[in-house]
């Protein structure tokens, strides 16, 4: 059970039977400290300092009469008032001596293991490193000293990224010792566990409040989900065959109908140039104003009528921001919905590279009803869109004005807000659940409104941390923190200084994204440089194939959606949640359970015919030969076409899965 208990100078934390927070005159574990930030962004991203002064150690201690304590330094300068809620829920910490700054160290035994962070890209296990939690673009390669992250940074924008680099963090933490922490802090936290025996938590506030959990991994993970709020099944319709990412124009339409004669399955087109395109050096972007652009899709309407009529939904793209040359810019502008610059009321801009672009102010009520009803609802729901990624969240400046709040700490909030939009924008249609709409930027609490996330923008390659690899690491995380279901850019997206998309890695990545919840293709930021689904005869019987895969698996996802509403659990899972007993699956991030009945590795290096794949206990059958498999480390063939991909012994789903043989 969950206490906390005073202690001669100090109290002690009680959490899985083991005292995780020891703070006394011999130990002080808990230290405050004022802050002076520094942030620097440039095109969302950032880099953070601080230039902290630590206060006087907190060496005494007074016990409260409801078991909790203020911890002061010797001379009175520093206190901190520590307390747990009756309910043994949360532990609150409160610095009552103005301080903005607290740390918090708690105690790990020797093999314990961590995991969260949130959605991260290069490691689920968090031991070893430390990890800033503050919402930005991952960067381009995400490996500084290798060429493609450093001539991403080499004009000082510093958008190469690394490890850590995530649209996606949060201050929660699983320990395989049994307990998981979650702040309730939106400000800036790092979670660093660099030092063995110990996880520091540095929160920017002075203020923090760490809600607390017990129980095997699964069980912190079903916790962890009803905390963050219920989860949203995804629609039906796009359970089944692949979404086609095309961005043509009119000639997307003549693309797809010669995708499907060739007998792919298609449950929908995602035209994210619905709104127009700007061409700039980074490649095809597109135009900032969210609605119909009648010269690059003329006979639009009529086009998704006929679509739907056959099954086919249409989707399009949407993000936060305005273009200032578009004309809901004006209307905005004239009404008040921008945030401001700190000196004058002139809307604050954000480079977007080579165009520049109003930030919709979602703390203004009044703004955020306006662009849920007359941006979402009216222009893009009503229209006839069954869906949309909702770009971006993550880069809102913190040299700007707010209609209320501090930009510090909305920053990390303001992926829930634009989550919360979005969700409201559906809901007043009476379409939640039926419309598909997809984040790659959040926070805690963005799980409540958003059922889907998708990776973000991985480069078009194999690469350690920014490739498709990635793409595991990154549902993995997400979903021990109450993100059931993930998807990718099949294909990758970011194609830049010569990097291009290989017909090896599309093959691969059709093989992934057929055991996703979602099958969805994108064409990338270049995509006349690149090869398409559509560009060789190879693609194209890859991608009929594999959407016919994704297809046929429709009953068993069906399935998966339901028990994550249920229970938590997300559709893609790390092995150590069933398998809590067996180390050997603390670390694995190269191959996930699908659900409880399939055992997917998917082949993340190039030009490899083999690949080693871990079997926990009971007995395995090879999906492809039918052969069985016991529990261990094995060598498994890995052909193009023949990912390792295994079924549980006794499986309900047997039938369903054999059939995929043929």
């Not at 129980?215 to 692949?242: E, I, K, V, Y």
């Not at 690059?296 to 936060?320: E, Q």
Request: net charge negative.
């Amino acid at each position: 059970m969950v206490r906390l208990e005073p202690e001669m100078g100090g109290v002690t934390l009680r959490l899985a039977g083991r005292t995780v927070l020891r703070h006394a005159s011999d130990c002080l574990a808990i230290s405050v400290a004022s802050g002076a930030p520094q942030v620097t962004m440039v095109r969302g991203n950032f880099r953070l300092s601080d230039d902290a002064m630590a206060a006087m150690p907190l060496c005494q201690a007074e016990v409260d009469g409801t078991g909790g304590a203020v911890l002061a330094s010797a001379d009175g300068s520093a206190k901190v008032a520590v307390s747990l809620a009756p309910d043994a829920s949360r532990l609150t910490l409160a610095a009552l001596s103005g301080h903005d700054r607290m740390t918090i160290d708690l105690a790990l035994a020797s093999d314990d293991v961590l995991w969260g962070g949130g959605e991260q890209m290069s490691y689920l296990v968090l031991n070893g490193r430390n990890f800033p939690v503050w919402t930005s673009e991952p960067g381009v390669g995400r490996q500084p000293g290798t060429p493609l992250t450093d001539q991403a940074s080499a004009d000082g924008s510093f958008s190469g990224g690394d490890y850590w680099t995530t649209n996606y963090p949060e201050p929660t933490v699983l320990c395989s010792g049994g307990w998981a922490i979650s702040l309730a802090n939106a400000e800036y936290v790092e979670l660093d566990a660099r030092e063995p025996g110990r996880l520091r938590v540095h929160v920017w506030s002075g203020e923090v409040a760490i809600d607390l959990f017990e129980g095997a991994p699964a069980d912190l993970t079903r916790q962890l989900a009803a905390r963050f709020g219920p989860r949203h099944a995804l629609p039906d319709w796009a359970l089944g065959g692949a979404v086609v990412g095309l961005k043509q124009g009119e000639a997307s339409f003549e693309r797809l109908e010669r995708l499907i004669d060739a007998g792919a399955a298609v449950s929908g087109l995602w035209c994210e140039d619905w709104v127009g395109i700007r061409e700039t050096s980074f490649g095809r972007r597109l135009f900032w104003d969210w609605q119909w652009n009648a010269q690059r899709y003329p006979d639009l309407p009529a086009r998704i009528a006929a679509l739907k009529a056959r099954g086919i939904r249409f989707l399009g793209y949407v993000n936060p921001y305005l273009a200032v040359d578009g004309p809901l810019y004006p209307e905005a502008e004239a009404n008040g919905y921008f945030a401001r610059e700190l000196d004058s009321d002139a809307p604050y801009l954000v480079d977007f590279g080579e165009f520049h672009a109003g930030v919709v102010d979602f703390t203004n009520s009044a703004a955020a009803d306006w662009f849920a009803e007359e941006v979402i609802g009216k222009r893009m729901l009503d229209f006839g869109l069954d869906g949309w990624m909702a770009d971006f969240g993550e880069y809102l400046p913190t040299d700007l004005r707010l209609f209320d709040g501090d930009p510090m700490r909305e920053h990390n909030r303001w992926p829930v807000r634009w989550a919360e939009v979005n969700a409201r924008a559906v809901a007043s249609r009476g379409r939640t659940g039926d419309v598909l709409w997809f984040m790659r930027a959040g926070h805690t609490g963005v799980q409540a409104h958003c059922s889907l996330l998708w990776a973000g923008d991985q480069s078009v390659d194999f690469s350690r941390h920014d490739g498709i690899g990635t793409v595991l690491t990154a549902a993995l995380s997400s979903g021990l923190v109450g993100n059931a279901f993930s998807h990718s850019d099949v294909g990758g997206y970011t194609s830049l200084f010569g990097n291009v998309r290989s017909e090896e890695l599309i093959l691969r990545w059709y093989e992934l994204g057929a055991f996703s919840p979602v099958f969805r293709t994108h064409e990338g930021n270049r995509p006349d440089d690149n090869l398409q689904i559509d560009s060789t005869p190879a693609l194209i019987a890859g991608f009929v194939h594999w959407s016919r895969v994704h297809d046929s698996l429709a009953p068993y996802v069906r399935h998966l959606v339901a028990e994550a509403q249920a229970s938590g659990l997300p559709a893609q899972r790390a092995l150590f949640l069933h398998y809590p007993e067996d180390r050997d699956t603390f670390a694995i991030q190269d191959q996930f359970l699908y659900g409880a009945d399939l055992l997917v590795a998917p082949v993340i290096e190039a030009g490899a015919m083999m690949r080693k794949v871990y079997l926990p206990q009971g007995q395995w059958q090879h999906l492809w030969s039918g052969l069985e498999y016991a529990q261990g480390w094995h060598e498994v063939p890995a052909p193009i076409g023949e990912p390792p991909v295994f079924y549980r012994a006794g499986s309900t789903f047997a039938s369903l899965f054999e059939g995929l043989r043929q």
